[in-house]
């Protein structure tokens, strides 16, 4: 992967430039501690339509008091990303409108990620009082008369003499720990503060101090529902860095594995969304098939939600014999019960009435999100990494890339059930022609990366998942970045929560399908 | 056909031939009182367990088997632990209030449970304005739910009361009106008078279309009465947490959890009474044989049985809709099922006057 | 009046792993003699008690979901009486907490805890919740909820296996079924010092899951 660095003075005409020439897709924006050579983040950009691809970098000297210009105005997804690279490199984004932590508590001490990070346990001990609430969003400003940009206050977040409620971080619709802080009035959602953090396990720095085959791991954990995905984005990348060639046969498992998870999630996102409005039968129905997905990874991999299957340079053990034979029973079985789900709950009238036309993310706002996955693709962005930049098998298959237009909640579940028939049609392709060969290729005893930086993705199941590494030739990674795939559809969620009611706003946090410890890491 | 009019009459001259009247009078209200609440727990307890166990089987599970046999002893138990739960006081809770409202709720849940008739002249209440007095004190318990939301100061108990408030009081309306309807139909208020009638055929078959159209108005709007999905918004487990109840623990939340169950046999013994012929026995005018045959059947087991099937019809909407957003719910009712009760009602009223029912 | 060996239904006493710590609880208990009455009104309380834990739906990461799939059709924990999963902690019996708790979540950990009425039960489920599991050594993450809150079952696995949940959860019922709600002294455990008073199960070997798929 080459990266061009950008003087810190020209990089806001070039960014703008850029997005002047079609890249309107920020895939990652990845903070940086190159030590002596100072801080900085890599920006990596991508063309919606022609796929094409860009890598520039920026960075600072200066470690007192590190300042970048901020690019939040020309990709809205960016408001995010500049917040995490602050929380974790304490790096002030000038211009960025409301530059608050994003993970840690605010009255963390220090900026985890830096290289020269204090970890000692006296410094931040476990808080037991409650988190500080700040009242103010604050803005990096740069005066007239000065060089560095100093901190104005603006806006506040809530007035408290508004209904303010809290939704989360422990409430039964978040999936998981996330808290919506909510300003109402009456049922309807005036303004919403969204804060993470609370499942922040600091998987990349852990990452900074593990050897390749230590960190597999880690990414089962981040999006337990794509945890096959992850993990084939981390093994494909450090494969394609080491040169190591894995055969057809681990080709085809793991395309077949890949696809029997994304049934799974997509089985789960119907069956939490069916409980997210109330209609908790339609949660068991969903549950009821994912369990025979479930038995048939359990019996290949040993492992029910995570499996910890696939290894550097192939797959940690063969199939079983009657694999083939099972999978081909579960996919006739679920293309019959796919229909029940549209009768017991999708055509249901109460269910269409409070989904369609609720929630709208248009294309452009989805594009400038980077909303990826089912999100991205019910809006109308063909945003499909199988078909952007097809690896394993997926150049080899024939499937369609489910596109809709309609952007609201009804359109992102239809999209989800719809996909799950296409990666029917892809096991089905692939299972009876799995060809003999190694199941794992032999790799070196220790594992060491060549020096530079390297980047993959693939399709999780709810977005693109990319990995960088930026490597010193050393057993493990200077620097180890997951893309999320939950942290952009925050961000929409951040737009299109705005003045719905209530129950909308679950219904939309439902229909996003966001895992929360894979926003918080 | 067992007339309890002469069982209920001969305890009252017995009892006053051995005490003075005011004697007598307070040792048949304890009686009462005494019958009710029993008979009130008992349905309690199995309609818990029939809720249970019909949702497992929607749900493709097995539910509650473990404690005694079936199951059996599953809501004893529950019942056990909440008695003994602590009872958490709220510093800055409406005290008086907060432990007031369970206790609302609950009033009215059983006194309109003692109006229902169980059987011939098994009833506590029986005057002319029967219907009303029962439409009167299930209303009340709405102050409950409001009280138990506001007075617990924490923001989804508000959230939760108000949006019961509103649905609530706007159900009762497209409730009042279908009942409205069959008391058209039927002439009078009066409770044992309704089902006497209904002796010669139920009123759902003697109305027809529009005591059909009633009867539908009415399990809407009863199924919104009762707070259950998909009108459940009150509570709105995945929105509120636990809505109005969310701050009561031990037996507060047991008393709402309770009513809740017992307002739903209410609905459903109300809707009996009315469209379904109460103890009625099913009868087919001409078949004498048949109809004397449905007669040697105790006037309670048909009442409890087209309780229970009311009961059934409410559980399976339960459990298989999803929940309406508020202003859906407010639509339904003010758009759709108001204008549509009084159309109904007024054709009703045509019906009777031309003389077009059974 | 003496406490029995609590019994679960169709599983023998020996089958269980762990009885030396259930056994010392018994033996404490059981020090001060109640009279025939007291002891069956404990014995029945506290069938009613283990009977029916309803439990928090608190969830922070993967468990939760192997947590969700113990209430779907196929394990159906409402067989044993956990019949509902309440959202509101007030009217909670016990947590299951699923999932590493953070530095930022930990104050939000206790006050749950504290919120919920007595009595209250905790059970660790999987590695992070026990001792910080794959992320200990991480600058965000709590090693173990034991260092706030007292655990009254552990439940090994990464995530544990839904059987091993159902397992620890009757761990559980057994351990209520060794307390003293009339005659004992937990009726005096004030709020305030819960936490210095717990009864902990420990020594639940790994490698439950494995032992009890039967």
Not at chain 1, 30 to 42: H, S, T
Not at chain 2, 54 to 80: E, N, T, Y
Not at chain 2, 134 to 143: D, E, K, P, V
Not at chain 2, 307 to 316: A, E, G, N, R
């Amino acid at each position: 992967m080459e990266v061009n660095f950008i003087d810190i003075k020209d990089f806001r005409e070039t960014m703008l430039a850029h997005r002047r020439k079609g890249m309107d897709f920020l895939r990652e924006l990845i903070g940086m501690d190159w030590q002596d050579d100072g801080l900085g983040a890599i920006y990596m950009l991508e063309n919606s339509s022609t796929h094409e691809n860009i890598e520039v970098a920026v960075r600072t000297l200066d470690r007192e008091r590190p300042q970048l210009p901020s690019v939040s105005d020309i990709w809205m997804v960016a408001e995010l990303y500049e917040r995490e690279v602050y929380d974790f490199y304490g790096i002030e984004f000038t211009g960025h409108h409301d530059l608050r932590r994003l993970y840690l508590r605010n009255d963390w001490v220090g900026f985890p990620l830096r290289k020269d990070y204090d970890a000692s346990e006296e410094l931040n001990p476990v808080r037991m009082e409650s988190e500080p609430v700040e009242e103010f969003q604050r803005e990096y400003d740069i005066q007239d008369d000065r060089e560095m940009a100093e901190i104005v206050e603006k806006l506040k977040i809530l007035h408290y003499d508004q209904y303010v409620v809290n939704i989360g971080p422990q409430h039964p619709a978040t999936h998981g720990v996330l808290h919506f802080h909510l300003s109402l009035e009456g049922e309807e959602v005036r303004k919403v503060d969204i804060r993470c953090g609370y499942i922040h396990r600091g998987i990349e720095k852990l990452c900074e101090s593990r050897t390749y085959p230590q960190i597999l791991p880690f990414t089962d954990r981040l999006d337990y529902l794509s945890a096959h995905q992850n993990r084939h984005a981390l093994c494909m990348c450090i494969e394609n860095a080491m040169e190591i060639g894995v055969s057809d046969r681990v080709q085809y498992i793991r395309t077949i594995m890949d696809e029997l998870q994304r049934i799974d999630s997509h089985l789960l996102m119907y069956s939490c969304m069916a409980m997210d409005m109330g209609a908790i039968t339609g949660f068991i129905y969903g549950f009821r098939e994912r369990e025979k997905i479930l038995d048939i990874m359990e019996e290949v991999t040993g492992g029910r939600l995570i499996q910890n299957y696939y290894v550097i340079g192939g797959v940690q053990a063969d199939i079983t014999p009657g694999f083939a034979k099972k999978v081909k029973e579960y996919c006739n079985d679920q293309k019959i019960r796919i229909k029940e789900y549209y009768d017991l709950f999708v055509n249901n009238v109460i269910f269409r009435n409070r989904s369609i036309g609720v929630g709208v993310l248009s294309r452009e706002d989805a594009i400038s999100f980077g909303a990826t996955g089912g999100t991205g693709r019910a809006s109308g962005w063909a945003c499909d990494v199988r078909k952007r930049h097809p690896y394993a098998m997926y150049g080899k298959v024939d499937f369609k890339e489910i596109v809709h237009t309609g952007g609201d909640c009804y359109t992102r579940l239809i999209v989800r059930l719809e996909e799950i028939l296409e990666s029917i049609g892809i096991i089905e392709q692939l299972i009876d022609n799995i060809p003999e060969g190694d199941y794992k290729t032999k790799t070196k005893p220790i594992i060491k990366l060549p020096e530079g930086r390297f980047s993959a993705s693939v399709e999780g199941s709810r977005g693109e998942f990319g990995v960088f590494i930026e490597s010193r030739g050393d057993k493990m990674p200077y620097r180890l970045k997951f893309r999320p795939t939950g942290l952009p559809l925050l961000a929409a969620a951040h737009k299109i929560m705005k003045g719905c009611k209530i129950a909308d706003l679950i219904t939309i946090g439902a229909s996003l399908d966001y895992v929360i410890p894979d926003i918080d890491r | 056909m067992i007339d309890f009019n002469s069982v209920t009459t001969a305890i009252d001259r017995f009892l006053n031939s051995v005490l003075p009247h005011q004697a007598a009078t307070l040792v048949e209200c304890l009686i009462i009182a005494v019958c009710a609440i029993v008979a009130y727990l008992t349905f309690a307890i199995v309609m818990i367990y029939m809720e249970r166990k019909v949702c497992a089987a929607f749900q493709c599970r097995v539910g509650p088997d473990r404690v005694g046999k079936w199951g059996l002893l599953q809501v004893f138990s529950d019942v056990f632990k909440m008695l003994t739960k602590e009872i958490i006081e709220l510093c800055s809770s409406d005290k008086i209030l907060y432990t007031l409202a369970p206790f609302l709720v609950i009033m009215s849940s059983i006194i309109t449970f003692s109006c229902l008739p169980f059987d011939n002249g098994l009833q506590v209440l029986d005057f002319n304005i029967g219907i009303f007095f029962i439409m009167a004190a299930s209303s009340f318990g709405i102050l409950g739910i409001l009280l138990g939301g506001w007075s617990s100061n924490n923001k989804f108990s508000m959230i939760g009361a108000m949006r019961s408030g509103g649905q609530m009081i706007s159900y009762e309306l497209s409730m009042g009106l279908s009942v409205l309807t069959l008391v058209v139909l039927s002439g009078t208020m009066q409770i044992s008078d309704l089902v006497e009638e209904q002796t010669k055929g139920w009123f759902i078959f003697r109305g027809h279309i529009p005591a059909f159209i009633a009867f539908i108005i009415y399990i809407i709007s009863g199924n919104a009465e009762t707070n259950r999905a998909p009108f459940d918004l009150p509570e709105a487990e995945s929105e509120l947490t636990a809505g109005f109840h969310t701050e009561y623990s031990g037996m507060g939340f047991g008393l709402f959890y309770v009513a809740e169950f017992m307002n739903m046999f209410i609905i459903a013994g109300i809707a009996t009474t009315i469209f379904l012929g109460g103890w009625a026995p099913f009868t087919i005018p001409g078949a004498d044989a048949f109809n004397s045959a449905m007669f040697m059947i105790p006037g309670f087991v048909w009442f409890l049985g087209k309780t229970f099937f009311v009961i059934w019809l409410l559980m399976w909407i339960r459990w298989t809709f999803p929940r309406l957003r508020i202003d859906q719910v407010l639509v339904l009712e003010w758009k759709y099922m108001v204008p549509i009760g009084l159309l109904n009602l007024l054709i009703m009223t045509i019906c009777v006057v031309m003389g077009w029912t059974f | 009046m003496e406490m029995k060996k609590p019994a679960i239904k169709s599983i023998p006493y020996e089958e269980f792993k762990d009885n030396e710590t259930l056994e010392s609880l018994l033996a404490e208990v059981n020090k001060e003699r109640t009279n025939v009455l007291i002891g069956n009104l404990d014995d029945l309380i506290n069938w009613g008690r283990s009977n029916s834990l309803w439990s928090l739906t608190f969830a922070t990461s993967c468990c939760g979901i192997e947590f969700m799939a113990v209430g779907a059709a196929r394990y159906d924990f409402a067989r044993f009486g956990f019949e509902v999963t309440r959202n509101s902690p007030r009217q909670a019996d016990l947590i299951m907490c699923a999932g590493t708790i953070t530095h930022k979540m930990a104050p939000v950990l206790k006050r749950l805890y504290d919120q919920m009425a007595e009595p209250k039960y905790v059970v660790a489920v999987g590695g992070c919740a026990i001792s910080g599991g794959p992320f200990k050594g991480s600058y965000h993450v709590l090693n173990g909820i034991d260092k706030i809150i007292p655990v009254d079952v552990y439940v090994p696995g990464c995530p544990p296996r839904p059987e091993a949940m159902l397992y620890g959860m009757m761990q559980l019922q057994r351990k209520v079924k060794a307390e003293k709600f009339l005659g004992g002294k937990n009726i005096h455990r004030k709020r305030s010092d819960a936490p210095k008073d717990p009864i902990i199960v420990t020594n639940v070997p790994a490698g439950d899951e494995n032992k009890n798929e039967k």
